[in-house]
């Protein structure tokens, strides 16, 4: 893939569609951001085909289904997504249907521009696979479009972020190239998020920020996930929860629970944090509290009752993890996550 980075690299989106080959682009975001997807389709040169501002969190299949169905109105040969995980998941989900190619723009640090991993939710719950089809084709980074993301959405955004590294660090399939990735582009973002915090429109921490949040997605890419982010689907798809501040939630608990049957990913992330492996959890903890994230899924809407339906639907999908995972030790994060 091809992946442009700077201030005002967005003028060159236009330039970055023409060479794809790309003459009618669907141009795909949030409700939110309409404003900015007609602005941007506005500036493709006449190669955008249409806007389709409906995308939501968690890639609902009848959202993935109409915007698919636009596509194919509109004899798209191409998508524009412009967002966050949302936006640019939908983009996916026209390209795994239709098989266009997608140009992605994001303005959050979600980092799913640059992985293979599609999610689609339906009834309730969320499907994910892996499709070289929806990995984008080209991505533009450019951090003064992340200057607008409210500073709590930033915080939660880079969080999730540095799951991905997390993830990677004791990822099955991990290698020495991706252990360097993760860890970078978790100090970079824990580096660069006080500064955001501080100064949202300082464009040195956005564009550290931004860096870390593409190594972090593309370990994301790399690497098989584990426990956290099999949590965090079955809690976002079942709960509809909201995706950024789950992962901010739940990940030092996840780390608690791995860390001994990982030393050299907490190791890895202590020197990121610049404290001690066996302090990594609490560290990451007081960090996410610091940034003002949220720190407990009761704060984010999570009914009590629905644990023991979040363990069952985690226990009966098994997957790669450092550590065993039983139904009492799950039981018993979930509960110091609530």
Known sequence: ??????????????????????????????????ATLRATADGLDGRAAGVFPEARQHVPAAIAAAAADRARELGADGCVAVGGGSSVGLGKAVALRHGLPVVAVPTTYAGSEMTPIWGLTEDGEKRTGRDRAVLPRTVVYDPELTRSLPVGLSVTSGLNAVAHAVEGLWAPDGTPITAVMAEEGARSLLAALPAVVERPDDLDARSGALQGAWLCGAVLGATTMSLHHKLCHVLGGSFDLPHAETHAVVLPHVVAHNGPSAPAAVAALGRALGVDPGAAAGALADRARELGAPTSLAAIGMPRDGLPRVVEAVLAQPYANPAPVTRESLTALLEAAY
């Not at 967005?10 to 794809?20: F, P, S, T």
């Open 1 to 34: 893939m091809r992946v442009v980075f700077g201030p005002g690299r967005l003028a060159e989106l236009g330039q970055e569609v023409e060479r794809l080959g790309l003459r009618r682009v669907l141009v795909l975001g949030t409700p939110e951001q309409e």
